[in-house]
């Protein structure tokens, strides 16, 4: 009997008439309003009960007699929206998607034709084209920046990946040019903001995702932005006093402006005259300290530990092997990925100096990098990020310049930590829990 049920309904998709898109009439202005409300009942209750191919036929002649309704509602066009976008999902065959992909982008345009709505309709069909067909990319950033253009930016969550990321590939592509993009950038940035201080975690975590897929752009087009940008974000004012009397130092700095196009920036013509006096200068013997900063800045990662390690056995001042302890734990975690040497070294600055509120900001951020490796099940991830907080209050409590990052940082990551109903269900009130693999260590959740 099922399979009976299923053939008519293909047989009638198949012979069903066409709509004819250029009306617009309500129930109360057609000879037959009262049968397309009766169909309208009928695939409305078909619909909340997820009965698609039963939903059809009634939807279809209810949009066939007045595709307005009442013409207050846009339920005709939404609704046969979702049917037909359960019905490509369900299909197989390519051709027959490909029908019901252009009869979806029809009952977008049709929505406008009868409703208005321009933008937000036309964003909703620059969404279905990014996720579900994967239409031309061109095509379907103008549809998603003209949503966004009549919107005036106010757009849901949802837009922010989408922009980002075909923005970028044309650009790339050379179909979008810089100006435009720093623009988007901009206006997207601010979007990102709003929704990052919601309380809605759908919201959040789009607006994280998409912050993540901007900023991995931005380094991968680097030079994205002009110089002014790089003299502060690089803070290559800093640089240059801490690199004053090194010349090695002095020629990355000199490289690394360039590389930013600051070659006509007063400290660039600083720099390169005092790199060339120093290189005047008869060839002296480097420390252990400045051989492991040439070391690190030429990326030998692990010849530069040993000489930072080496610079604090000959180093008297407590304050330098902290920075060289420092160091050396960035280097561990950040680019070699040795977690627990780097919690060696965060020891042993904790041991010198125990008020330096950097060994926990450095300890949170191994916590926050290590999620995947240490984390079994989703308990243990947020239980890693409690213990980044803890770690975030810590450092802020010792160091009050460092209040502003981690309140952030906390404020960030919160949403992720174990939930009170979680820990209820669990039976994990009062008890302590605890992380193994290089973290070690436990709370009482």
Known sequence: MKRKLILAFWVFLLISPPVFYAQCEMFSEVPNGDEGKKNHVIYRDFLKAEKFEKAFPFWQKAYTIAPRADGKRHYHFSDGIEIYKNFY???????????????????????IECLGKEGKVEGLKG??????????QETTFKILKKSFDLQKGKVDSDYLYPLIDLGFKLYEEEKFKKPELLELILLLRERITFFKGKEDNYDKENAVEAEQLLEEYVDYFEPLYDCPFYMKEKDFEQ???????????????REEMEKFKCMEHPLYQKVRARYKKLTTKPVRVLTSLEKARQADNAKQYKKAIKLYEKSINEQKDK????????????????????????????MEVQELNPGEGKTYMMLAEMYLMSVKECANNKMDESVIYLLAINKWKKAKELDSSLEKEANEKIQKYLPFTPQKEEIFMRSLKGKKYKIGCWIQESVIL
């Open 127 to 136: 969404l279905d084209m990014y996720w579900l067909f994967e239409s031309d």
């Open 319 to 346: 304050s330098k092997k902290v920075n060289a302890l420092l160091r050396m734990a960035l280097l561990e975690y950040g680019k070699l990925r040795n977690f627990s040497q780097a919690k060696k070294y965060l």
């Open 239 to 253: 640089m240059a006093s801490d690199y004053w009397e090194h010349a090695e130092d002095l020629k990355i700095l």
């Open 89 to 111: 999902e369900e299909e197989k065959s390519g051709t027959q998607k490909k029908e019901y992909e252009e009869k979806i982008l029809n009952l977008y345009k049709h929505w």
